[in-house]
Every structure is written in C-alpha cells, then in structure tokens.
C-alpha cells in the first residue's frame, strides 16, 4: 500500500540483510535474465497457462478484446515462462512475451472482433541515467502503416528497497512494462491483421510486447444540454497548452451553486493541481475524447487529480488549503473522461493521485486512470462511494485504496493492471472499514503485494473477480489484521465474504522472507483474528506460484473453506506457518508440486475441522522442513467447469446472519443521512459508548438506519451517548422497514432526556413486530445541534440487554507443552510489521521487535487462565545471521492482568546462534495468568525482540 512500508519485513535489524536480486539495466536485461526461444511464424506460439478473460462469469465486464503477443504470429524470441522477480517475463501477463531487437521484426495480431483502437503493453529498457528513454513503434495494417506509435521507459523501472528509487546503479531491478493506447482512425474488420513492427533500434536496442487489447470505440458522447462547460464558458485550454486548474475549480464550483452538471468536451487539459469537487456532476465525451493531466512544473507535489475534500482529523494526515477543508464532499458523480498523469516516482506523502480526498454518497463511472501514484486513494472517514466500469492502469503504487473509516463502498465492473502495489485495498487505520465490497473486478499483473486486500474491516466481501499473476511480497486475496491502526475496533470482524473468486498464478516469493506467499492467506501480524467468520466459497485456485492456502503471523480462528477447488501449486496445498483453526467441505486440490502436500511447523496448533468432499490436500504426516524450490505449470491450460454451489446473488445479501439473542444491531451495516468529521455511523453499533456517530451540524432532520440482516421480531431500542456527556434531550421517531425502501412509523417523534446520573442512557419500547430496518430520524437537541449516538442497540424475543462491560470470552488454554502458543499478547510498541503475534505462533524465524531507541518495553502473554510455571524459554531466529547478543530483561506475573509481581529479577541473557539463539530462565514455581517480559537493554539492536516467547509448567 501506499503511505506505509510494504507487504513485508524489510531485512531484520542486528542482522545483516539478505542479499537481493543482482541489478541487470539497459540492454542486458532481455539478454542475461529471461530465457529465449526462436519462434517460426508460421505457427504462432500458445502461452501455458490460462488467461484471466478465459473465465466466463466471474470477473469485470470489458469493452476490449485481449491478445497475448506469445499467442501471435512473430518473429522475434519469446521470452519466458518464469516467475522470479526481477526478471522480465515475471511480469508479463502469462509470464510471456516477445522481444524485438532487430529492424523488422514485428508481432501481428488477427482480430476476431471490428476494432478502431488498440492499448498495447510493453517494455523498452532504462536508460543509463535512470529517466527513461523514447522511441517509437510501427503500427501496420494488412502490411501498410498506419502510424508510428511513441513507447516510453519514463513510467517504468524502479530499483532497490521500498519504497524505491529511479537509480539504475542500484539493485532490485522491477516494474518493467507499462501501456499506451492509440486510435487507428478507421474502424478494421475482423481478420484484419495488425502488426507492431520495429522501423529503428537507434532511440531503443530492443521493444518487449506483452499483449494488445483491441477495442471498437463508440463516437463521442454528445454533450447534454443545460450544462456548465469547461471551455466554452469558463475559458478551459483543451490543447493542454496551459495549465486549465483555476478555470476547471472555478466551473465545478458554480456547478455546485447553480445545481449543473459541468462537461468537459474533447480534448487534452493541463492540470497542475487538484480540481476540489463537492455536490457536482463532472461529466466528459469518453475516456478516449476527454483527458485530463499534467504536473505542476516547479512543486512536484502537485498534479492532476480530482479530490474530495478532506475531513479534519480523518485519514490525511497532511496539510490541508482551505478549499480542500470541510469534508467528505458529497453527491459527486464523476464519468466518462480519463486521468492520464505524469507521475514517474513513488513518494507516498505527495498527493498525485487520480482521484483523493473523502466522497460521500458519490460514484465514478467510465473513468480511465493511469500514470498517477495511486488510481483512488480515498482518505475517510466516508460513506457509500462507489468506483464501477473503470480502468486503473500503471500505477505507481495501489490500484484502490478504502483507507481510514470507508463504509458501505465498493469497486465493481473494474479492470486492473500493472499496479506498482495493492490492486484492490482496504486499509481500516484507526477507524472501522464497515460494509464495503470488491465484485466483478478483473486484475492483471500487480507487481507488488496483493490483488485484493482487507486490511481490518468489518462485513467485507470480496467477490465475483478474477485475479492473475501477482509478482512479489503478497498473493491474490489476502485477510490480515495488519499494518499500523488495524487492531481491537478497526481488526477482522463480522462476516467476512470471499467467493466465486478465479485466482491465476497468484502468490509469489517474497525476497524478505525468502519463502512463498499463498494464493489466499491470512496474517494476524497486530493481533488474533478472532470473533469473526471468515468465509471462502465456491473459488478457484489455479496454478499458484507458492502454496494455494498460507497461514502466517499469528493465531487466526473463525475461517472455513466450501467448494474449493485447487489445481496447480508450485510448493503446497497449504503453507501452515502460525495457529489457526480452520474448517475444509469440498476442497479438492490436485497438481499439487511436493509430494507432501502440507508444510507445517505448528504442529497442533493448526486444527482442522473435516467436512465431506476434501481430497488431495491432507496428509497424515505435514512436511516441516527446508523450503522447495517450486515447480510451475502444473495448472489447467483450459478453464475450470462446473456451476458453484452458490450462485451469485441478484441482490445483495445481509452480509452476516442476524443474532439470535442480545444486542441484534450491533455489528451489524448502518447508514447515516449525514456524519460530521471522524464521527461516523459504524461508531454507533460498534459496542464501544465511548466513541459515537455525530450527524452534520445545524442541519435537521438526521437519521441513523441499521439493517438487521433479515426480518426479525424487535421490541426495544436502547440508546447511549459517553457516560461523561452533560444532560440533553433529544427529538426523535422510530421508523421500521422489511425492505429498506418502504418506512412505517414505529414510534412517533418525542423528546428523550440523556443523564449522565442515569449513564446517558435510554430504551424506547417499540410495538411488536418484524423489522429488518429501523430507522431513527432526530429533529432536535438541546445539547449540540446535530444528532447524536453513542450505541444505537435493538433488541427482541425477549432478549435483555447485555451488562455494561462484558469480559472477552477466554478460549481453553493447553493442557501442557508451551502454553503461551498462539495465547493473546501484547505489547508496549512494535516496529514495522514485527508485531507481539509473531512471538506466540510457533515460527521461530518471525518475531517481535519493539520500538528502537526507548527501553523499558514489555511484552505479555495472557495464557487463559491461571496456570502453574516455572519456566519461561526465549528464543531468536536460529539461523546464523543473527549475531550474538545480550538482552537485558525481567519476568512478571499477574492474576489479574492489573497487578504484576516479579517473578525473575532483570539479568542480562546471551542469545547464541551457536546454541540455537534459545535461552531457559527458571523460577520457583507460581500460579499465574498473565506472563510479562520487560526489556531494558540489547547490545546488538536497541530494542526488545524475541521470536517464541514460551511458557512451561516444569
């Protein structure tokens, strides 16, 4: 993602770091990394594997026809098949292309459906001083030329650590291809052959093609009548000449005022900064007539984009213009025109993305975005925005980014390629992610990290999408309670939805770690995932690179897996590398490469739960062991057939089944007319009073609608604010729906006094009956002029509510052996991504480090209940590389978790690679709960770091 380290560790401190992929520039690339083979062009080459629009249903509807050059008649060397990083055909769509270094040479594409333009993906090499080069390629048709078409090197080659550099001198050579469209100016029929042929090596030795994809563009959309536009009335350059910001700026704000859409007709404009967009429709002729871009020539930071306004203390955490303040904007429709930038660096604090800020109740439709650092990274809190029809193309980090309280938010109908990191993500930093979807989105080549990605979120589904060929660091669909702000009310909860998702050679190495990432994995990094239900139905994992299923990074639980087929793994079926509990129906897997289809050095910590249908994936006997060395194409070179169990829904579902006692709304989806600042409507049934939704102020009437996930029969509502508030009264009615479309009066309009004598609380009976919605809609408050809620709970069936406080549930604690594994931890700090989970999952080579530079730090287990102990074993990565040190360190214990006693006096402890980098420290046997170490010193890193905190009885 951007804006954070990447998917992750980089190389341990106290460590030397592993050596990375030796940097291969220029001309050499094509030559020493990718193997080449003459190819007749008598008979065009097949790729091996399938392509992400083989899959029929699954995946975004798109207006081109995709080619692969491998499948095309040529003359040049294919290069490829292989997928390790840094070399070329790694990043090729199939994981081949061809290579063009001869005058002449030429890939030739039939067309099997009439097309008038083409986007074509390829790479030149970097030039010596790392800007890129230029050339040119002929296009040709039925052998005569059409045009000479510009190819660039500007928008590609990164090197060395995240989050990179444009300095060929260093190692890490990557992001290689990128992509340029052309119109032909004459629609061709089908068989017409199209060729791209190379007419001088003098600007470029060599030009890789990857694919082409073919398209019948329709005429310009014609401009509407009534409404405001850019050039004709507001002075707009469409020669992109000059810089047209403040005359765009000045025509979407009167848009705003007057109640117009604004249009932008054909043409190219120059954007040096942000256009704020609030309330307006902005609208164009066609992402291939209406193009917006441009960068501010001397302030870097500033680019083309178009951006909501931010919202004071919300997710953007940098400076704010006054034009930019008062988010999220609201009622923004944003179509058909493209954002084509000029962003050729990754800085994760500069705001040069095609679309930011916070939208409300907003869409864009028919927008083509490229060569911006992110497609839309959309900083919350906000609510029901929704991207669909789209194209993100070349992007210098993510695709999409819901980051920091984005509710009830979707991508859908979207095609994604070539995204420098996470295609399709969802950050919940600090405040929830609720509600939000990924569906019937295609995703090609995401050099970095994940196709799709939820980093926290409650009731996420991510559904109906075909993913292929992810190259490092991540896999295809990942669920992780990770990165900085992802833990207690922003972690995993509810239901999250994974299916009738196609995954293709998805998973890769990651060149940190030095072992494969999963197809579909899972991270508890921050802590457990725990509580929620974690659902995969009805997908298909096919010719992963690594593992199809990968466990990693602390205890998980809630997780089951229904109609799942795996065909194709370059290592393993299932990569087990921290506990879990797990349950399998109808997962088949076959074509699996190591005999032993199972890594795991959890032992029984990984508990599984068989249903009927499982075959291929589990052994008597799990391997643990030394990492293979993986072996590809062992997939289907056809698609998959056979209908899923569960067909995808005509409307949506609840998105997690109603509760059956208690509290039926908390949890549960929940919608406001209108939210001010940070606080939004998720805060509300979040089971925490001390956070609350706030409607907009000086703006009544407001409401607040929960959806209960199905009918059910409610006879009370319960509602608080902080216990801490002073006394108010508020106006409200109660309204109810089965529908979510028809409301009926449950509960007429009345005042209700909030005290705090009486714990800011009050219930609102209700008359019998069956609601799946209910609906408050306030109309005053003497106390702040907006609507307010703390927790907006319903109850039914002659439920009560729960007490105050209700204590975590306990899960039982391990009969004997280290009872500390895969317990709740904690900790004072961590740096990076080395979370306290690493230090209870089982994995000596992850672990825990602490922030540097600032002893004392602790690090404490919760085992359950009270357990005899007496020994504690500490361990650090076994492998040589971690040098010889001493910490310094203390053991506490405690009953309570509140109160802790010394245990074992601080005394320094040597870590030896020698002697395994274990250490045992004894002490008279006690009775204990909770288990605390408190570091205050290290010799080689300054900081607190151990990779297996263990506890032992004897």
């Known amino acids: ?50 392509s992400p629009f083989d899959i029929a249903g699954r995946g975004a509807t798109v207006p081109f026809v995709e080619h692969e050059a491998e499948r095309a008649t040529h003359n040049g060397t294919k290069i490829g098949p292989t997928r390790y990083y840094g070399q070329l055909p790694s990043e090729a769509s ?33 030039n010596a001083a790392g800007t890129g080069r ?77 694919l082409a994809d073919f398209e019948l563009v329709g005429a310009q959309i014609t401009k509407p009548a009534g409404v405001l536009d850019v050039v004709t009335d507001f002075g707009a350059d469409p020669s992109g000449a000059t810089d047209s910001t403040a005359k765009f700026q000045a025509a979407v704000d009167a848009g705003k005022a007057q109640g117009r859409a604004v249009w932008i007709p054909a043409g190219t404009f120059t954007l040096w900064d942000h256009v704020v967009v609030d309330g307006v429709t902005l609208r164009g002729a066609g992402p291939w007539y209406s193009v917006l871009g441009g960068r501010h020539p001397t302030d870097r930071t500033r680019a083309a984009g178009i951006y909501g306004k931010y919202v004071p203390g919300g997710g953007y955490s940098g400076g704010i213009r006054p034009h930019e303040a008062g988010g999220p904007s609201r009622n923004v429709t944003l179509r058909d025109f493209a954002i084509i930038g000029d962003i050729r660096e990754r800085v994760d604090e500069d705001q040069v993305n095609a679309i930011g800020g916070a939208m409300s109740n907003s869409v864009v439709d028919n927008v083509w975005m490229q060569h911006t650092k992110v497609g839309a990274w959309m900083d919350g809190p906000m609510d029901n925005f929704t991207i669909r029809n789209s194209r993100i193309l070349d992007q210098t980090a993510d695709g999409v980014n819901f980051h920091w ?92 939805t994974v299916a009738r998702n196609t995954l293709i050679r998805n998973g890769n190495s990651d060149y940190n770690w030095n072992f494969g990432v999963g197809a579909i994995w899972f991270s508890a990094l921050n802590e457990p995932i725990q509580g929620a239900s974690i659902r995969v139905t009805d997908t298909d994992i096919l010719d992963s690179s690594y593992a199809a299923l990968h466990w990693i990074e602390g205890q998980t639980s809630g997780i089951s897996f229904a109609n799942v087929r795996i065909d194709g793994a370059g290592t393993y079926a299932l990569q087990v590398q921290a506990p879990s509990q797990v349950s399998f129906t109808g997962v088949r897997a076959t074509g699996i490469a190591q005999s032993n289809p199972m890594h795991n050095c959890v032992g029984s910590g990984f508990q599984i739960s068989q249903g009927a249908g499982n075959s291929g994936w589990y052994p008597a006997t799990p ?79 407001q409401t607040l609608t929960v959806d209960l996930g199905a009918a059910v029969d409610t006879d009370r509502i319960v509602l608080k604010l902080p216990a801490g ?31 705090p004598a009486t714990g800011n609380t009050v219930s609102v009976t209700l008359p019998a009956g069956s609601r799946r919605f209910l609906r408050l809609s306030f109309t005053g408050n003497t106390g702040w002029p907006a609507g307010q809620v703390a927790e907006f709970e319903v109850y039914g069936g002659g439920t009560t509510p729960p007490p105050t406080t209700t204590p975590p549930p306990t899960t039982t604690p391990p009969p004997s052996g280290n009872l500390a594994l895969g317990r709740p931890v904690t900790e004072t ?126």
Not at 659 to 677: C, E, I, Y
Not at 927 to 954: D, I, Y
């Open 1 to 50: 993602m951007a804006h954070h380290t990447i998917g992750t560790p980089a190389p341990p401190p106290g460590r030397s770091a592993r050596s990375l992929l030796a940097a291969i520039v220029g001309t050499t690339l094509v030559a020493a990394c990718v193997s080449a083979v003459a190819v007749s062009t008598a008979t065009p080459a097949h790729a091996a594997g399938l």
């Open 94 to 126: 199939g994981r081949e292309a061809v290579t063009l270094d001869t005058v002449g040479e030429y890939v030739e594409f039939t067309l099997t459906a009439p097309a008038n333009a083409v986007t074509f993906r390829y790479s030149l090499p970097d």
């Open 134 to 210: 230029d050339a040119s390629l002929d296009l040709r048709a039925n052998g005569s030329l059409v045009k000479a078409v510009p190819v660039t090197s500007r928008y590609g080659w990164f090197y060395g650590g995240y989050p990179f550099n444009n300095n060929p001198g260093d190692t890490n050579p990557h992001h290689f291809y990128d992509e340029t469209r052309t119109m032909f100016g004459t629609t061709y029929p089908t068989g017409t052959r199209i060729r791209l042929q190379v007419s001088s090596t003098a600007q470029s030795p060599s030009f890789t093609v990857d």
């Open 405 to 496: 309280g984005v509710t009830n938010s979707t991508v859908t109908n979207t095609f994604v390629r070539n995204t420098g990191d996470d295609a399709l993500a969802m950050w919940a930093q600090n405040v929830p992610n609720v509600g939000n979807s990924f569906t019937h989105n295609t995703i090609g080549v995401t050099v970095l990290a994940n196709h799709l990605v939820t980093y926290g979120g409650r009731d996420i589904t991510i559904a109906d999408n075909v993913t292929a060929d992810s190259v490092t660091n991540g896999g295809g669909i990942h669920v992780a309670n990770r990165y900085p702000g992802v833990q207690g009310p922003t972690a995993v909860a509810g239901t999250i």
């Open 623 to 701: 391997y643990c062991g030394p990492w293979p060395t993986p072996q590809w194409g062992n997939g289907p070179t056809s698609p998959p057939t056979g209908t899923p169990t569960t067909p995808p829904p005509t409307t949506p579902p609840p998105t997690t089944p109603p509760p059956t006692g208690g509290n039926l709304a908390q949890g549960r989806p929940v919608t406001a007319s209108s939210v001010s600042q940070n606080y939004v409507a998720g805060n509300a049934v979040d089971g925490n009073a001390g956070s609350y939704w706030e409607s907009a102020n000086g703006a009544f009437p």
């Open 725 to 755: 508030w002073e006394s108010r009264t508020q106006t409200l009615s109660v309204a109810g729906s089965t529908d979510g479309a028809a409301y009926s009066t449950v509960v007429g309009s009345a005042g209700y006094t909030f005290n």
């Open 829 to 954: 700090s961590h740096a990076d991504v080395y979370g306290a989970g690493n230090a209870v999952d089982g994995n000596p080579a992850t672990y825990w480090e602490s922030a540097n530079n600032a002893f004392p730090q602790s690090l404490t287990v919760d085992l359950g209940a009270a357990r005899s102990v007496s020994r504690v074993v500490l361990r650090l990565p076994p492998v040589t590389a971690w040098q010889t040190r001493t910490q310094t360190l203390a053991v506490l214990g405690s009953a309570d978790g509140g109160t802790f006693t010394t245990l074992k006096p601080s005394a320094g402890y040597s870590f030896n690679p020698a002697t395994g980098n274990t250490v045992t420290v004894t002490f008279p046997a006690t009775t204990q709960r909770h288990l605390r170490l408190t570091f205050t010193g290290n010799t080689a890193w300054p900081a607190g770091q151990v990779s297996e905190f263990e506890v032992h009885a004897v």
